[in-house]
């Protein structure tokens, strides 16, 4: 149980193209789902917080223009990475949570996807 | 601000040996904390999780220790297999009160078991 699916999990595209990514909870429903960005042998950063039905939260420094996040239905949430650049490729994220209450105080843990591997040229 | 540590950047054991990985944290409203385990190019895998109201969790072979005072936390391995290589990310959150289930992400260990 518990399996998150992202895709694509490799993107390779030119300077100045918007590329969106999905994050689908498979078998569980996710109210919240959140988005990471990790740069090689560094820590993961989570850059927004992605709620059904509203606004995503961002993190402090991360461009909410640049990186539109829709979470239209409890089980997928997508980034688009808006005009990118070189500087935006990076290996992006995604994980969801169970829904409240389900996991004892606390709430489930986090399930991740595969990650997409974002180069820009 | 580095909220969640991890000190040691590698670590290496032989198969059937323990594996001890630590983190530290600086935030004292965390109450939940969590190891996730990730081989290149996939994401983390959810392992083991402790709340602040224990100082013990135990999964076969997994044992997550919670130091409260001392702001600490180690997972240990026993017995340690070839398998279990990785890079191990420890996660904390405040969740209980904050509820928003953000996780802050230390720096990661290479773990290397050596058959």
């Known amino acids: 149980g518990a399996v998150v699916s992202q895709h694509p999990s490799w993107v390779i595209c030119k300077s100045g193209t918007s590329v969106k990514i999905e994050c689908r909870s498979l078998d569980f429903q996710a109210t919240t789902m959140f988005w990471y960005r990790q740069f090689p042998k560094q820590s993961l950063m989570l850059m927004a917080t992605s709620n059904e039905g509203s606004k995503a939260t961002y993190e402090q420094g991360v461009e909410k223009d640049k990186f539109l996040i829709n979470h239209a239905s409890l089980t997928l949430s997508t980034l688009t990475v808006t005009s990118a650049h070189p500087e935006d490729s990076s290996f992006y994220i995604c994980s969801a949570r169970g829904l409240p209450g389900t996991g004892g105080l606390f709430g489930q843990p986090q399930h991740f996807g595969d990650g997409t591997r974002l180069s820009i040229l | 601000d580095q909220q969640v540590k991890q000190n040691s950047p590698s670590l290496s054991v032989q198969e059937g040996r323990i594996s001890i990985l630590n983190c530290d944290y600086t935030?004292?409203?965390?109450?939940?904390f969590l190891w996730y385990k990730k081989y290149p190019a996939e994401g983390p895998t959810f392992l083991i999780s402790i709340s602040s109201i224990k100082d013990k969790n135990e999964d076969g072979r997994f044992t997550v220790f919670l130091n409260k005072s001392a702001k600490h936390l180690s997972l240990h391995i026993v017995p340690s297999q070839p398998g279990d290589s990785a890079v191990y990310f420890c996660?904390?959150?405040?969740?209980?009160?904050?509820?928003?289930?953000?996780?802050?992400f230390g720096q990661g260990t290479t773990l290397q078991v050596k058959p």
């Open positions: 935030n004292s409203m965390f109450d939940y």
């Open positions: 996660a904390a959150s405040d969740d209980g009160s904050s509820n928003t289930g953000k996780l802050i």
